[in-house]
Structure formats: structure tokens, C-alpha cells
């Protein structure tokens, strides 16, 4: 089973909105077939593994191990449970039983049904962790959230800002904006290293959405793209309440589509991204909205980068409150710590 996982994750980039699924088939205590989820809409793992056996006489004696329930039915493609029955597969291993409305026990009940002996729930918290987003889409019918931000040492995501036409702060509101967004302009402060920053990008690849608010979009003129890594671009949102972004920002370019949310309110914009079958949304805003996140129990992850610079003072980071430390990193003094969410 830790081999169908590590196979499994070979598909990440592919997989989505499929789940990653690895299989790993066994005959005699030797592997005689592997295989994982490429890409959505093409072959599942049990397919792929089945297909990698030369003696198919073999079949009719082995052991198929999957991470997921054996979808039981016809999507994109036929389903992998009936496959497995015809190939006289005595034996299935399963991690974890899948939840997806269109599977949830089907499967092992189909398998079981056809004489197949069936045994559920090994590594199963490993196989679960695996496809976390997928679970969570479906069983809570929002994405998973993953907040992320860099921070100083002492506690700060950046100088204190200088107001700037067209912006809100507290109950007094500019009307009009009179200056270019800043971008890359003097003055700016940096706290990720090449390395880090390439790390960003490969969490925004592996990201459907990735969120931003009016602040953010008019003070760093962020393009959300993935430029240094491969990979897909997430699909970009930003609020305006206002109607005050200027048309030459990189979010309007139209390069990769993007949605402006104007009224919405947080279960709003998750209730919209699940409607459009996103299943992970990467909130790389100010402190306003990352704390709106916090504050509303919106979140099932943290992605806490601290550089080694203190600014003295400035916008205060976020506040974390019910949370566990899930790993820490440390990439030449620049500590990226990775929290969950824990009711």
C-alpha cells in the first residue's frame, strides 16, 4: 500500500479533479503490475496496473492493492471495478473507501458481490491524507482552503502602507486612484529566497484558485501565475467592492482568467468555487483577508513563511487560533512552518 501511495502521487499534476490513486498488483509475493492516475480522463490506476501485467494467466491468483475504492461507475471512463472482476482478480486490498456520491461503497459492494474477497482500511489515514482536497470538495461542498503568507521575524507581513487613492481603510474611502500600482517598486520588502519563491509557485500549480484582495492586487500588482515551476496556472481571484482596479493590472491582462468578486461575502466565493468544480483555493492576501479566513473557521491549512529580518514595525501578521503544527522546514534561515485546522 505505501507503494500504491507513492505511485499515486506521481499524478499530481494530472490527476485533478480525479483523485491520485496508485495500484500495485502481487502474485506469488512479487509485483508483477503498477500503475496511477495520469490525467483526468484517462485510464485509472487499476487500469494502468492491470495493462502492465505480461502473463494475464497470472491474474486469476493476485492481490490488486489500490489507495481508493474502485470507482463502480461509467464516467469518463468504464468503471474499474468491472474490470477487475473480469480479469478474475481474487484478491483487492483497498486504503480507504472513496465518498464521492457516485462511489461510496458501491464499489467494494460490487467486488464483494462477484466473490471477490475485499479488505478495506489499510494505511487508510495515509490514503486519506492523499486526497484531502477531494474529500473535503465533496463532503463539505467547499474547496480546500490553504492560507498562505511571509512574514519578519518579529511578526510582520510588511511595512505599514502608504494609503493610496481608491482604497478603504476603516470607514474612510479614496475616491480615485492617481498613481500606478506599485509592483516591484523601491521600498518593497522581500521576505522569500529564490528558493522559497519557487516553492510558491509549485504550491500555486498544485492549486485550482488562488485568492487576493483589493489591497494586495493594487500595492504588489501580483501576477498569480506560475512562472517557476510547470504547471498549470491557478485561476485568478481578487475582490473590488469598489470598482477601483485599473485595467493595466496583471491580474486584467487576460492572460489567464481571472474573477472579480464584488459583493460576495467568504461562503459566497467558496460556494461559487465549488459550482465550478475548483477544489483548492490558495489565499495569498493581506492581513485583512487572510484574518476574515481565520476568523470564520474557513480553513484547513497554513502556510506560514518567516524570513530572517525584522521590520520594527509595520502590518501585523495574522492571527492563527485552533490550530496543530503539521511539519517545519527550514531552507538557509528562512523557516516555512505548515499548520492545519483543528475545531
Known sequence: MRRCIQLARCGEAGAAPNPMVGAVIVCDGRIIG????????????????????????????????VSLEPCAHFGKTPPCADLIIRSGIPRVVIGCADTFAKVNGLGIKKLQDAGCEVAVGVLEEECRELNRQFFTFHQEHRPWITLKWAQSEDGYISPLPAPQKGECFGSEEVSSLDTPPKGEQEGAVFFSSPLTQTLVHRLRARSGA???????????????????????????????RHGIL????????????????????????????YKRDVQSLLVEGGAKLLQSFIDEGLWDEARIETAPVRLGQGVAAPSLTEMRLQCQQNYSGHIIQTYRHKP
Open 34 to 65: 503498477e500503475g496511477y492516475h495520469r490525467r483526468c480522463g484517462g485510464p485509472h490506476a487499476e487500469v494502468n496496473a492491470i495493462a502492465s501485467v505480461r502473463d494475464k494467466q497470472m491474474l486469476c491468483r493476485s492481490t490488486i492493492y
Open 246 to 273: 485599473p485595467p493595466t493590472l496583471h491580474l486584467l491582462d487576460g492572460s489567464t482568467p481571472t474573477v472579480i468578486y464584488t459583493n460576495e461575502s467568504i461562503p459566497e466565493i467558496l460556494d461559487d468555487l
Open 210 to 240: 488562488i485568492l487576493v484582495g483589493t489591497r494586495t492586487a493594487l500595492a504588489d500588482n501580483p501576477s498569480l501565475t506560475t512562472r517557476y515551476w510547470i504547471g498549470p496556472n491557478p485561476l485568478r481571484l481578487t475582490i473590488d
